[in-house]
């Protein structure tokens, strides 16, 4: 018995012998390993650091068979773990690169015999649709004596930028994620009753044909993109929505073309399968329409209606929207002469006093930055000895639609001192001539007087 207890004793501790052989030799073996692995973002395909609408870019472009990828790149491809690569992955990129979703917890280990990643070697560089090009303010050629305004965008810049859907759109992103992008905490409602007709401006009209006709005109312009179209057909059927389907001013949804065969087939068609369909608050338990205010071209950022109009709905906050100031006609600029600016000063307020210096007369007190800390968004500037609101009183009021949007700035160009010396010698000329004048004037008078009493006496 104590033979076999012996033998029983000595086969364990070998055992644990070995075992403590092959910890000794595996530890060493796993660290190394875990040394050499390296882990990536999934989605981060060039492997930047952060996923951006570039990555999206480079798994559509292996989606079509426009690039060929290796094992590791593959992987980071894949955001959807379906063991392909198609646009729905790009898509999935795109949603995190904007914010609407997040892989943060998601990443891929490559290990040290797997192929290393070199982004400059396996694609041309891709623009970042996001990236912000910050474009250089024009220099100022002006005559003297006058106000030259540089402005930024078109339109008021609250909620959806047309310009700004259209990049998106032909960058991947669908129309739910757009709207979803441009009104914050929204989502797009599905399936609603609506009526056959809608009270437009003056009568009737076939709802369906109303917002393609709108559409037509608001933005069928500048695209021929599905999901852009759907997006402002989205957009202005939730706005006939908010108001009852009773709309007494155009502005308030927008304007129409004159008819529907003025629309195009493609329009008609991306229209008829979103119509019925309007954004809410997705916390909204109700699913009340929003607000869903759109215009042309935002100035960097989609502008705050806080700063526009004073009013405070949560999803219609300032969101990044760069892709317009790549457009040649992102800047556009106005220029008044001092008499032209004073008269739409007075027409607009009479009592507002201007002092005899023109240069003094405007002064922007404050204004966002979404161009940068010098430009954006005016949201209060003095006129003369009155502080008024930059868009709603200065944009829409003085200027009465000359500037295109409240993202400006303004510089006056004032007379040469020896301009001003010739004036004033040319004042001082006219005002001794005019004393000369009229003292020619009473002496002609008196002795026209003198004449008619000798002749009298």
């Excluded at 759109?294 to 009013?311: C, L, N, P, R, V």
């Excluded at 760069?322 to 002469?337: A, D, G, H, Y």
């Excluded at 027409?347 to 007190?365: C, F, K, Q, R």
């Amino acid at each position: 018995m104590n033979s076999e207890n012996c033998v029983r004793k000595s086969r364990l501790i070998n055992k644990i012998y070995m075992l403590a052989i092959a910890v000794l030799i595996l530890i060493p073996l796993f660290c190394l390993q875990s040394s050499a692995s390296t882990a990536y973002l999934l989605g981060d395909i060039d492997t930047d650091g952060t996923i951006s609408s570039a990555d999206a870019r480079l798994a559509l472009r292996y989606a079509v068979k426009l690039d060929e990828y290796n094992k590791n790149q593959k992987l980071l491809a894949d955001a959807n773990k379906d063991g392909e690569i198609t646009s729905a992955d790009a898509r999935v990129i795109l949603r995190v690169a904007v914010k609407l979703d997040d892989l943060s917890g998601e990443s891929v280990v490559f290990g040290s015999d797997d192929e290393e990643i070199d982004a400059d070697e396996w694609f041309e560089e891709v623009p970042d649709i996001f990236e912000k090009v910050i474009p250089e303010a024009p220099e100022i050629e002006a005559e003297e004596d006058t106000f030259t305004f540089t402005v930024y965008g078109y339109g008021h810049g609250v909620g959806l930028s047309q310009y700004g859907a259209v990049a998106l759109a032909e960058g991947g992103l669908k129309y739910t994620d757009i709207l979803a992008y441009y009104y914050t905490g929204t989502s797009v409602i599905f399936g609603e009753e609506y009526p056959e007709t809608t009270y437009y401006v003056s009568g009737e009209v076939k709802t369906d044909e109303l917002v393609a006709r709108i559409v037509a005109q608001e933005i069928g312009g500048i695209t021929k993109n599905a999901d852009a179209l759907k997006a402002q057909a989205v957009a202005v059927f939730t706005l006939l929505k908010y108001h009852n389907f009773n709309v007494n001013r155009a502005w308030d949804v927008g304007y129409a073309v004159s008819s529907y065969d003025k629309c195009s087939k493609h329009l008609k068609k991306a229209v008829s399968e979103v119509v019925g369909q309007y954004v809410a608050l997705t916390e909204d338990k109700d699913k009340k329409p929003i607000q869903a205010s759109y215009s042309a071209m935002a100035a960097g950022m989609s502008a705050s209606e806080k700063d526009i109009w004073g009013g405070n709905h949560s999803y219609l906050v300032a969101v990044e929207s760069p892709f317009e100031m790549r457009l040649s006609n992102f800047i556009s600029t106005v220029t008044l002469t001092s008499e032209e600016l004073k008269e739409l000063i007075y027409a607009y307020n009479e009592d507002i006093v201007l002092s005899e210096n023109p240069e003094e007369w405007l002064e922007i007190l404050s204004h966002t930055e979404s161009i940068d800390e010098n430009r954006g968004y005016v949201t209060s500037i003095r006129v003369g000895d009155t502080t008024l609101k930059g868009y709603s009183q200065f944009v829409s009021g003085i200027m009465a639609g000359k500037l295109k949007s409240s993202c400006f700035t303004v510089v006056y160009t004032p007379i040469e001192e020896k301009d001003k010396d010739k004036d004033k010698e040319a004042a001082d000329k006219e005002q001794i001539n005019k004393k000369v004048s009229d003292r020619k004037s009473v002496e002609a008078k008196t002795a026209q007087t003198l004449q008619d009493g000798e002749e009298n006496g």
